[in-house]
Each structure stands twice: as C-alpha cells, then as structure tokens.
C-alpha cells in the first residue's frame, strides 16, 4: 500500500501548486488529444497471460509476463501488494495491439521469481526492489521503457524515475508521488491517519508476522476489499493473484518492507547511497501521468500535495464510477491510455 507522507504539508502547497498543475494540464492537452485511442474493453475480460518467462537478473530469477512484438517501444508494468501481476491481465493486451512490448514482472517474493543465492537477504526494502527491476531491464536488453505502476509498482517506477531518469522515457504512478524515507515513517500522523496504516503496525509484531504468513489469503482479500469497497471482483479473479502469495519469501518481503519502513528493520548497506537521495525527495522530471481512483479507500493524498514533485510533462486523472486502489485492474481502458498517452508527450 502507499507510503505515509505527512498529511500536514498539504497546508504548504496552497493554490500556487493548483494553479501549476492546471497550467500543465493546458499544455499538454495538445499531446492527449493527438495520442491513439485505447478500444473499450469490460474489465475482467482476460484470467491469463499467453506468455510466461523467466531470467536471471540481479539477484533473482524473474518470471515475468511478455505480450506485443519484440520490437515494439518497452513498457513495464509493476505490481503492488497484495497484489500480483493479474493487476494488468488486461492492460498487457491492450498495450500489446497497440504495438508495444510489454513486460509483466512478479517482484520479489510473488510469483514464480527466486532469488538465486540462499544467503541473500530477503530485503523488501523500496530501493532494493527498484534494483531488480533497473536489472531486470539489462537482462532484457531494454535500454529505456515507460515504466508504470500501482501501489508498490508505483513507488518502484517513481524511485526509478527519480534515480536513474535516462532508463525511463515516462512514467504512469497511481496516487501520485510515493517515494518516502524511514525518518518521513517515523513522523506521527493524526490518528485518522493512523488508522488507515493499521496492518502496518500490525506487522511490527510477532504476532502479525506469524497471523500473516498463517492467513495471507484471508488477509490479501480483506485488503482488497477495504482498499476497493466498490470492486465486486469473484472469488476467481481473486484466487489467480493469491497464488503468487505462496511464494517460500513473500511473507519475509512483505514483513520487511513495512517494518523497514518504520525504522524497525535495517536495510542492506549497498542501498545506503539511493536511501540517502531517496530521503531528499528527489523531483521527478520524467513526464508523467498520475491516477486515482474515485473510491480508492487505501492511504493516499490529495493530488494538489505532490503536484509539485513532477517538473517535466505532467497531469493527473481522476478515475470515476467507483474505481478503488487497484486501478488498473478495475480500470484497465483508462490506464493503458494513461500509458499510451504519456508516452506521447
């Protein structure tokens, strides 16, 4: 789920960032109208992948999905938790008729990637997880990809962006600007705020380690039901992304990247120097389309608090008709045109 910001800073921005943002959208309208238009389709449409590979990239074997031509321009489309890569099963399709290639990874500790030594840490740290996919990238060859995401995908593309913008032609990041620090996860928020975050306190103890990796399902499925209250997805669209939860190191991933965000857990040294420019909350100058949904009811700001952290091309869009956290699964017309159309810009 999205990382906390401190809510208080919306106060800052003030009508300066509002009137920027609507000068953005102005200028870049130009550049939506003239973009291909993405086919109307009912969500739930595709259950599967006609592709699935695996690489070794870093220090993982990646399996990832793969659908348009292998010369098509490189899109990388990046899951969240408790998700998995079904978050796109009907974005890549779409994508890939619109001639694009489209790569689908299961990030560390879902799916069908392992990690290749036994003595690797299973670090879920935010920048560890934006190496593997800067790796993944090399394995592939892919030199520059518009990369896009939601929830922990979001945060992965936007630390991308941030730290290493020429591997990154555009971005789409659902709810905005999500890269934090460990200092920024130890600033109290209002207990309204707090409240939202409460799976990650309880993943501060014993107990939640234990409760989640015993009832990961049942948890997983509370989670999506709470974030989208307005998503009437089946038992079977549900049941094809738990399966990715049975991964051996999903539940120390998951363990590590909340408790690592509160401070209560050490990241791997390597890391330290993109921890640090993390931390600084780099702007973000790649351009970029940011999403949210209209009854999106995890964590997440007002887009007028991040408006500011985008310096290229930039627009937001609100997605209606009761459109929870999981976007580009309850919506997956309106985000590959998000994509198509920031890569137009």
């Not at 300066?16 to 086919?39: F, N, P, Y």
């Not at 997880?129 to 800067?134: E, G, L, P, R, S």
Request: aromatic share 10%; hydrophobic share 40%.
């Amino acid at each position: 789920m999205a990382e906390p910001i401190n809510h208080n800073r919306r106060r800052l921005l003030g009508t300066a960032v509002l009137t920027l943002a609507a000068a953005e959208l102005t200028m870049i309208g130009s550049a939506d109208a003239q973009s291909k238009t993405i086919k109307p389709i009912k969500p739930g449409t595709n259950t599967s992948f006609g592709s699935m590979k695996q690489i070794d990239a870093g220090v993982l074997n990646v399996g990832y999905a793969e659908a348009g031509p292998d010369n098509g321009p490189p899109v990388i489309l990046l899951h969240g938790w408790p998700y998995d890569i079904h978050t796109y099963v009907d974005v890549a399709p779409l994508l890939a008729s619109a001639g694009y290639r489209v790569i689908v990874p299961y990030l560390r500790g879902y799916g069908s990637t392992r990690f290749l030594s036994n003595g690797t840490l299973r670090n879920g740290q935010p920048a560890a997880v934006a190496v593997d996919i800067i790796a993944l990238m090399d394995a592939l060859k892919i030199g520059k990809a518009t990369v896009a995401g939601c929830d922990w995908g979001a945060r992965t593309a936007n630390i991308m962006a941030a730290l290493w913008p020429e591997r990154c032609k555009a971005m789409v990041s659902v709810s905005g600007y999500l890269i934090g620090s460990q200092e920024a996860g130890k600033m109290p928020l209002p207990p309204r705020n707090e409240l939202e975050w409460w799976y990650q306190f309880y993943f501060a103890t014993e107990r939640g380690r234990v409760g989640y990796d015993k009832y990961r399902h049942d948890f997983a499925k509370l989670i999506w039901q709470i974030a989208s209250p307005k998503w009437n997805f089946d038992d079977a669209t549900f049941d094809r992304s738990a399966a990715s939860f049975n991964n051996p190191d999903h539940v120390s991933i998951v363990i590590h990247n909340y408790r690592w965000r509160l401070a209560l857990a050490e990241g791997e040294p390597k890391y330290a120097d993109l921890d640090k420019r993390l931390a600084e909350g780099p702007v973000i100058t790649v351009p970029t389309i940011t999403m949210e949904g209209d009854a999106n009811r995890a964590p997440h700001l007002d887009p007028s608090a991040y408006a500011k952290k985008f310096s290229g091309k930039y627009s937001h869009r609100l997605i209606e008709g009761g459109i929870g956290h999981n976007l580009p699964q309850e919506a997956p017309q309106a985000f590959a045109q998000a994509v198509v159309d920031v890569d137009g810009y």
